[in-house]
Each structure stands twice: as structure tokens, then as C-alpha cells.
């Protein structure tokens, strides 16, 4: 198993456990502890590679090695025989389970190369592409951001994918890197999409994970970039169908090579156009079941009878609901059972349950998705606080499991069959307040100024106090991706989205903001006098090119600023003449012989002139 963050040392043992024939095990770096040590009992795990050494306390963790990443690798220059059965499992990733437990995928090689050769085929990979590698690895997409580029000879770029979601943290690294293809959550496209600007190396940018809304790539398209939407389960390896974007109507496409999707009625027999039903995959890419579970096997992995070929043998019944449109693609019509999609991750609702129900005190519970405000809502019955309850559970879900929402009752409503009333139990919710913390003193300073932005965010009048969280308020992901940009502008303050994610009450949002403000900026440093540097080639052909055409200015970049208002001149001179004091290039000089040489020192000379009549 390996449980690290993205970056080469995973990647690196990736290939080197699939060298040896083994399986591997994707476990995320920020996953509790209670819930690695069930992860790595259930897949009988050999050995860990992780940099959280204190695994090595956990109980399943005491009779294998926990081994640190690699600090180095050694490069191969020779072609490494490697001879692995096709149906032999490559890696068991785990979902949520409705029962409680997490359910171990088994995806053998066949269909991973299968998926690996179809996507370089549909989205013409070559050597010259370079991948954006920011899905967690125990998400399925990550396959597909490292595995088919690699397969083919092009390169791979690792990245932290919470440091993306920071303000300007995502453009930098798709443009430093010169990225051509991006596989990305609906969330992190909508955030590029907002943010595009002067990518001209990106041609192809993936969604999938979730469902994909027009205003989280219309800007891509109009600059030219090639958008798809894909579906499927990790059940189907990564993918089962793709839908290239062309207009705000977004479907889930047609099936991929390989592949055959069905819309099944309650007795599994196929309906026609226009007629809702249950999905069902089969192919190529279907999985060879849930580990150690015949029981859920049995119930989502059936016999084919639409079958055309031997892999066509088994038929996977997604639970998601769908029909086929008068142009023969899929549209997704959601979820027939008690999973939700929450950012791209799998929530099963009885998991999650489950969990509430093994905190002692706790008498009966339910939870529940709010579609109108997108949250995960929780709430139960016993004497037990709900800082406990949150606590027992964070303990033992990911953060994308845990709810946005709690409430505590005397006494859970009920039917008159003796059954959970869920109309009447939403209703008394919805009168009670979510909870935010205690009463406190009122807030000042900036903790109010950040309440403020809060409010505005989450679009409601609602009590905040120190202690107050974020998401129980109501706030999701997409709402702290705007707070940030808010921070940024208003506040002057550009955080890390990863700290705000693991601790998200108003004391913490406070305490990150007051460290922030208080790095100043660096002093404006002279550069050091007496040295020259020599061009680059780049450089050197472009002020070659410029003399030879006679052109002054040929690489120069205008641009016009609007005031309205007085202009200062001499301020307007002196921040030039700082901002040319702060850069080396700024204050250098070309010479013949390819160097650029520090230029006598001197006060920026402008010249101003009056211009009218500008459109």
C-alpha cells in the first residue's frame, strides 16, 4: 500500500510494485488513522510506503514495515523486461461501502492497459504532451493522468492539488510546465475556467468525477481548448463514456472503445430512447469485483445476456440512472440508491451512518443530502455533545465524508409503522439551528472583518462566533474556493486552501490570516554591480531577429492603462524607476558579444504626452 502525497516517490513505487507483479494499494495521506488500519487489514497488505511514520502504531500496521518514500531515483537507460499476467490485479481501490465498510475494487491489468491505450488513441497523446498529475491517488483519475503519457514517452508533472485550488495557484503551473492535457474535477475546471489566460500549450482539458455545468468550461472553449465530459465508476476503470463539449447541453457521450452501456427497466431488460432506467456497464474495462465481498459482488457484478464477446461476460449495474437521448448519448439522471457524488468522491450514506452509530451514547441517526444546498446533513439522537460524535467520526471517515450539517434531538421522529419519518425529521432540522459553537464575546478586529466575508459568502444573517465551522454553517468547497479569492482581495491575504480544509472554524481562519499579513514583502535589493550574464539562445535569436528586420520594438509587449482622475507623474516615474531596481533584467544592457551587463545607475527618464481621441 502507499500513503503519500502526490509526487515522483509514489509514482516511482507505482512501477516498481507492478515491476515485481504485486497489487497496489492507493491509500489518500491526509486518511484517519482508524480508517488506514482497516484499509490495510482488509487487503492483506505486505508492506506500507508512507512518510506518516506514527502508522506504525496502528494495529494492522505493527506486523508489516512501514517504509519511508525514496529520496532518490536511479535512471534506466536499458528496456526493463517485466511479464505480468493481464488478468492479474493491478490495484484495489477502495470506495465507499454501504454496509458500513469500505468496498475494495479489484481492477486487473488488461483493463487498466485497455483504458491506458484507448486514451492516448481518442485524445492523440504523444511524446510531446506533458500531464498535469493532481487527483490523489486513491482517486481513480490519477490513473489516467500518469499512465497513458507515460505508456506513450511524454511527461508527467506531480502537484500538490490542494495548492491549485489557492488563488493563482493554478495558471502558474500550467504555463511554467507548458501542460497540454488536464484531467480535472468540475470544481478545479470551473476554477481554471474563471482564471484562463494565455495558455497557448493547453489543447485538452478532462472533467469528470461529477456532473459538469456549461459555466465551468465556456471560457475554455472560446479560447480554443478541446473539453470533454466523462463518466464512469471506478467499477469500470476510470472511465466508460466521453462527450466532447460543444455547446451548453452537456451530456455523458458514447461508450469508449471496448465498451457497451446499457439503460436497464426493474426486471434488467433494455428500454429504449427517452425511457429512464438503471446503467449498466460491460466490457473490456469492467472490474473483477469487490475484495473479499461475494455478497456485494454478486448483487452489483451479473451475468451479461447482451454479451458479443468473452469480455463482454459480466454486466456492472452502476445504481445511477440515465436514458439515451434522440442522438443516441447517454444523459445522467442520478442516483437510484443512497450514494451521492460530494466533489467528485462517493458518499455512501450508510457508511457514513455507520460510523455516527459506533460513538457510544449515540441511540439511533440518519443522514441525509441536501440537493438545494449541496451538504451532507447529519443528525441523531442520545445525551452525547456533537463535538464527540464529530470528533468519533473524523477519526475514522475522510474529509469528504463528513457532514456539513449536525443536530441533536430528544427523540427521533417516526412513522406509525415504527419507522424512521425522514419528511418530519427534515422539518424539525430545519427549525432547530445549525450548530455554531458556543456564544462568545463579540467579535472584533479581524475576526470580524472575516465573519463579514462569510456572511457574503454563504449568503445568509446567521450568529458566528470564534469557535463557529465553516462548512456546519453551510459553506462547501466551491464556497471556500470564493472566500479565498476573497481573502486575497479584500484582505490582502493569500492562504493555502489545504489548512482551511483540515481545520475550518472562524479561531483558525484567524490565526492563518494574522500569520499571512505579517510576512511583509522583501526590500527592493540593488542588483550587485560588475557582473555580466550571458543570453539565453531564446533571448539571443530574438534580439538578432530584431536588428536584422530593423524593427525597433519587435518583441516589445504594449499596453494601454486607463486613469480617471489626476496622475501623479513623479510618483507614477519613481514606482517605475523602483520596479526597475527590483528586477536584474530591468537594469541590464545588451552587447555584441551575447552578454547582458549591468547599466550605468540612473533615474527612470519618461516622457509624458497628452493623447485624445483614444477608443
Request: aromatic share 8%; charged share 20%; hydrophobic share 45%.
Amino acid at each position: 500500500a502507499i500513503c503519500l502525497d502526490n509526487g515522483w516517490p509514489a509514482l516511482a513505487w507505482v512501477y516498481a510494485i507492478w515491476l515485481e507483479s504485486g497489487v497496489y494499494v492507493p491509500i489518500d495521506h491526509d486518511t484517519p488513522r482508524a480508517r488506514v488500519d482497516a484499509l490495510v487489514a482488509s487487503a492483506c497488505v505486505r508492506f506500507l510506503v508512507s512518510d506518516r511514520m506514527e502508522l506504525q502504531d496502528i494495529e494492522a500496521c505493527r506486523r508489516l514495515p512501514v517504509l519511508p518514500p525514496p529520496s532518490s531515483v536511479a535512471r534506466i537507460d536499458t528496456h526493463v523486461d517485466c511479464s505480468v499476467d493481464p488478468d492479474s490485479i493491478a490495484y484495489i481501490l477502495y470506495t465507499s461501502g454501504s454496509t458500513g465498510k469500505p468496498k475494495g475494487v479489484m481492477v486487473p491489468h488488461r483493463a487498466l492497459s485497455e483504458y491506458a491505450a484507448q486514451f492516448v488513441a481518442y485524445f492523440d497523446l504523444s511524446d510531446a504532451d506533458t500531464v498535469l498529475q493532481q487527483a490523489s491517488l486513491a482517486f481513480d483519475a490519477s490513473f489516467e493522468e500518469f499512465v497513458p503519457v507515460l505508456a506513450i514517452g511524454g511527461a508527467v508533472v506531480p502537484w500538490n492539488r490542494y495548492r491549485l485550488l489557492e488563488p493563482a495557484g493554478l495558471l502558474p503551473v500550467l504555463r511554467h510546465f507548458d501542460v497540454s492535457v488536464v484531467s480535472l474535477s468540475p470544481v478545479v475546471m470551473g476554477e481554471l475556467n474563471r482564471q484562463f489566460d494565455d495558455l497557448p500549450r493547453l489543447r485538452v482539458a478532462i472533467s469528470g468525477g461529477d456532473v459538469l455545468e456549461w459555466t465551468q468550461c465556456d471560457r475554455l472553449l472560446a479560447q480554443g481548448v478541446a473539453v470533454y465530459n466523462t463518466y464512469g465508476p471506478t467499477e469500470a476503470t476510470i472511465c466508460a463514456t466521453y462527450k466532447q463539449v460543444d455547446g451548453p447541453r452537456i451530456t455523458l457521450g458514447l461508450p469508449i472503445r471496448n465498451t457497451n452501456v446499457f439503460v436497464l427497466n426493474e426486471h434488467g431488460a433494455r428500454i429504449g430512447i427517452g425511457v429512464p432506467g438503471q446503467l449498466a456497464i460491460a466490457g473490456v474495462g469492467v472490474a473483477q469485483g469487490y475484495l473479499d465481498d461475494p455478497q456485494a459482488t454478486a448483487l452489483q457484478f451479473r451475468h451479461n445476456p447482451f454479451a458479443t464477446s468473452p469480455h463482454d461476460a459480466t454486466l456492472y449495474l452502476t445504481g445511477d440512472r440515465a436514458m439515451f437521448d434522440g442522438s443516441g448519448e447517454m444523459v445522467f439522471l442520478g442516483r437510484s440508491d443512497d450514494q451521492v457524488s460530494i466533489n467528485g468522491y462517493r458518499v455512501e450514506l450508510r457508511e457514513v451512518e455507520a460510523g455516527i452509530a459506533t460513538c457510544p451514547g449515540v441511540e439511533n441517526r440518519a443522514v441525509w443530502f441536501d440537493v438545494a444546498s449541496g451538504r451532507l446533513m447529519a443528525c441523531y439522537s442520545g445525551q452525547v455533545d456533537i463535538e464527540t460524535v464529530k470528533a468519533h467520526l473524523g477519526a475514522r471517515l475522510p474529509k469528504h465524508m463528513m457532514p456539513h450539517g449536525w443536530h441533536r434531538l430528544d427523540a427521533m421522529p417516526l412513522t406509525q409503522s415504527g419507522k424512521l419519518d425522514m419528511r418530519r425529521l427534515r422539518e424539525l432540522c430545519a427549525e432547530q439551528a445549525i450548530v455554531s459553537g458556543t456564544v462568545g464575546e463579540a467579535l472584533s478586529g479581524l475576526a470580524s472583518r472575516i465573519a463579514a466575508l462569510w456572511r457574503e459568502v454563504l449568503q445568509r444573517d446567521v450568529d458566528i462566533t470564534l469557535d463557529s465551522d465553516f462548512f456546519a454553517l453551510g459553506g462547501t468547497s466551491l464556497k471556500l474556493l470564493e472566500l479565498l479569492r476573497l481573502y486575497a482581495d479584500r484582505l490582502n491575504a493569500l492562504c493555502a486552501l489545504r489548512p482551511l480544509l483540515q481545520d475550518s472554524t472562524l479561531q483558525s481562519h484567524v490565526a492563518l490570516l494574522e500569520s499571512v499579513q505579517s510576512q511583509s514583502m522583501p526590500a527592493f535589493a540593488r542588483f550587485p554591480p560588475a557582473e555580466r550574464w550571458p543570453a539565453t539562445p531564446q533571448q539571443r535569436a530574438m534580439i538578432l531577429e530584431e536588428r536584422a528586420s530593423g524593427i525597433t520594438g519587435l518583441y516589445n509587449v504594449p499596453a494601454v492603462l486607463r486613469w480617471t482622475g489626476r496622475l501623479d507623474r513623479r510618483r507614477f516615474a519613481l514606482s517605475l524607476d523602483i520596479l526597475r531596481k527590483r528586477h536584474a533584467l530591468l537594469q541590464c544592457e545588451w552587447q555584441v558579444d551575447g552578454m547582458f551587463v549591468r547599466a550605468p545607475e540612473r533615474q527612470a527618464d519618461l516622457t509624458f504626452e497628452s493623447a485624445t481621441d483614444i477608443d
